[in-house]
């Protein structure tokens, strides 16, 4: 069963206008979440997160927003740049288990 | 060096032949993860250390997978008997320390392909 799901497997978005990339999660023991970014022929790169006890985390251009009753979050990207070109995975944890639940990933596509 | 590296980056073996891969963390770190990533999918859970022992084995497929860690430092995860369906990239992560207080920010290395023919 697929806990973490990223129903969007690309999106293409215009350089200088916001990207929204989605996610969905199903385990409700859930309480911490994380985007990655990745890159052709490299491993995943940590991007931003956010704990179940907000609802919004904001660092630069990126910012997460959390929906505990829609088991749904969001990463938006404002303005998109074309280094933004990469695929963004959602991943959640919850306390005391040590591994990340990952979605499929959405690949991500700026054109200038 | 400074971040995780795996070997080898890439390899083709043959089905039912035995594979290792090798993980460097990052120095220092406590917390090892191996993940596996097939294609068009995310990474997905195979084990987690906690310093020389594996702490949780649960996302392990079968008993042909098997991973140590002896020192602390360096793991190795060998697969045995190889089937095409192992056929993946294998990444590997460290944290600086896990527990329940881990925030979950694993730094990856670029993974080791491994196909199977």
């Known amino acids: 069963d697929q806990q973490v799901k990223q129903n969007s497997p690309s999106l293409s978005v215009q350089e200088g206008r916001i990207s929204i990339l989605n996610c969905d999660y199903t385990?409700?023991?859930?309480?911490?979440f994380l985007w990655y970014k990745k890159y052709p022929a490299e491993g995943p790169t940590f991007l931003i997160s956010?704990?179940?006890?907000?609802d919004k985390n904001e660092d630069g251009r990126f910012t997460v927003f959390l929906n505990k009753s829609a088991k749904h979050l969001s990463l938006h990207i404002v303005p998109s740049q074309p280094g933004d070109s990469a695929v963004y995975f959602c991943?959640?944890?919850?306390?005391?288990?040590?591994?990340?639940?990952f979605g499929q990933g959405t690949r991500l596509t700026i054109n200038p | 060096g400074a971040g995780v590296s795996q070997t080898p980056s890439n390899k083709v073996t043959e089905k039912g032949k035995y594979v290792e891969l090798r993980c460097d963390p990052i120095?220092?770190?406590?917390?090892l993860y191996w993940y596996r990533q097939s294609l068009g999918q995310g990474p997905e859970f195979l084990i987690y250390?906690?310093?020389?022992?594996?702490?949780?084995d649960s996302g392990l497929p079968n008993d042909r997978f098997f991973a140590v860690r002896p020192e602390g430092s360096v793991s190795t995860l060998k697969i045995q008997r190889t089937e095409r369906g192992d056929s993946a990239v294998y990444l590997c992560?460290?944290?600086?320390?896990?527990?329940?207080?881990?925030?979950?920010?694993?730094?990856f290395g670029e993974g080791s392909r491994l196909t199977v023919l």
């Open positions: 956010i704990s179940s006890i907000k």
């Open positions: 991943a959640a944890s919850f306390q005391g288990a040590q591994k990340l639940v």
């Open positions: 385990n409700s023991m859930f309480d911490y």
């Open positions: 992560a460290s944290s600086l320390t896990g527990g329940t207080g881990n925030t979950g920010e694993l730094f």
């Open positions: 250390f906690q310093g020389t022992g594996a702490a949780d």
């Open positions: 120095s220092g770190h406590t917390a």
